[in-house]
């Protein structure tokens, strides 16, 4: 990864097991907690492209988000119903993009959000994507200012997730906890370290790379920061594929009709494994979704199963420490991701309001995924309809 020079560093303070070559703790500022946080709070779909960049040889696998994230990139743009299609499935965007923008160090600044319109004033369409197509049939190229749109405030003096002034002690495992005297004693007499003179202290830097292989441990590793800091790489390989957590349908899901996903699955009759579903296009759209939502609603939504143990700390800690309420058990996408039919506990927020700042028009925010002239309510869908899979 390419390095600038005014590159943020934060400084760390690692206790380390000098015998056993571990990392006991790592003693870290409120800013430094807010990055590690902030990873939870990426899309699926960043993540595999993030790592995918990182590591190009041999990316480390996020399960089976992985091969999910490869078709669509196979896939061909005519496969899909709108060439935005794609792109909001291959650059997932997350409701707290706005919120990450202060972060002091920030492994996925993402774009501020630009508006286009056809341009004309009779129109009254904008979309969030210049190759979206307006009722009257003109490209919608012309980037249009609109104000009610949200921005970053920089004035807030809390953390990003986390409120308050305090020291935070990360372990090993990525329990993330208020940094005490208490709690260092703890800590040290549980790994057998009540003698000082085994352990000693050293201070690590930690810059973009060093959060980038911390974000492959998180996948791989139950040991992330020695991992990261002492053997300088994630575990390679000793992962199996998808056993992150996947968004599974074991929910009881109520039965109303526009609810009801039917697939065909040729299973193998020995050992009872599905080998491929044959499906319509409403279950590839509910797949792909999968994409966008940010790795903590996936933790949050298959629940204690997961079988990553950094991962399921690091989740409780920001449960625990965020300022903001994390656990709505549901991951809120932003609007345009909305599909006709939408399982599990996956919803949209409500388009915001956008009015246009030459002349104050409130103007309607067009679904990228459908063309200018059929827009639905119900929401549509990424691939091209009737076809099957
Ligand atoms: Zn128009
Ligand atoms: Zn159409």
Request: proline share 4%; net charge neutral; hydrophobic share 35%.
């Amino acid at each position: 990864m390419a390095k600038s020079s005014g590159e943020t560093k934060f400084t760390l303070k690692l206790v380390v097991d000098e015998e056993r070559k571990k990392v006991v703790f790592a003693e870290a500022c409120r800013d430094f907690v807010d990055v590690l946080f902030s990873l939870l709070t990426l899309p699926m779909g960043t993540i595999v492209r993030l790592l995918e960049n990182h590591r190009k040889s041999e990316p480390v696998p996020v399960g089976c988000f992985s091969n999910l994230y490869k078709s669509v990139v196979d896939m061909g743009t005519d496969d899909f119903e709108t060439e935005a299609c794609k792109q909001i499935l291959l650059y997932p965007r997350s409701l707290r993009d706005v919120q990450c923008k202060r972060l002091k160090l920030n492994l996925h600044p993402a774009e501020g959000y630009k508006w286009f319109s056809c341009g004309s004033y009779n129109c009254d369409m904008c979309s969030g994507f210049s190759t979206s197509r307006c009722r009257c049939g003109k490209l919608m190229n012309k980037e249009t200012p609109m104000s009610g749109a949200k921005v970053v405030d920089y004035n807030i003096q809390d953390g990003v997730f986390v409120r308050g002034r305090s020291s935070f002690i990360i372990t090993d495992d990525l329990k993330v906890a208020v940094r005490s005297t208490d709690l260092v004693l703890r800590k040290l007499k549980s790994v057998g370290c009540g003698d000082l003179r085994k352990v000693s202290e050293r201070i690590v830097e930690i810059g973009l790379d060093e959060v980038m292989t911390l974000l492959e441990c998180i996948f791989s590793s139950n040991a992330s920061l020695t991992d990261t800091f002492l053997n300088k790489q994630s575990p390679k390989g000793v992962m199996k594929p998808c056993t992150t957590p996947s968004p599974y349908m074991e929910k009881e899901i109520e039965a109303r009709p526009e609810e009801i996903i039917t697939f065909s699955a040729i299973v193998r009759k020995h050992d009872m494994k599905i080998l491929y579903v044959e499906c319509k296009e409403d279950f590839v759209d509910l797949l792909f979704t999968f994409l966008a939502v940010p790795l903590e609603s996936v933790v949050d939504i298959s629940g204690e199963s997961s079988t990553l143990v950094c991962l399921g700390n690091l989740f409780k800690g920001f449960k625990e420490l965020s300022a903001t309420e994390v656990s709505r058990s549901k991951a809120v996408l932003p609007h345009y991701y909305k599909c006709q039919k939408q399982l599990l506990d996956i919803i949209t927020e409500r388009p915001q309001l956008l009015f246009r700042a030459s002349d104050d028009e409130l103007l309607d925010l067009i679904d990228p995924k459908s063309h200018g002239r059929d827009q639905s309510k119900k929401g549509s869908g990424f691939v091209k309809r009737d076809a099957r899979f």
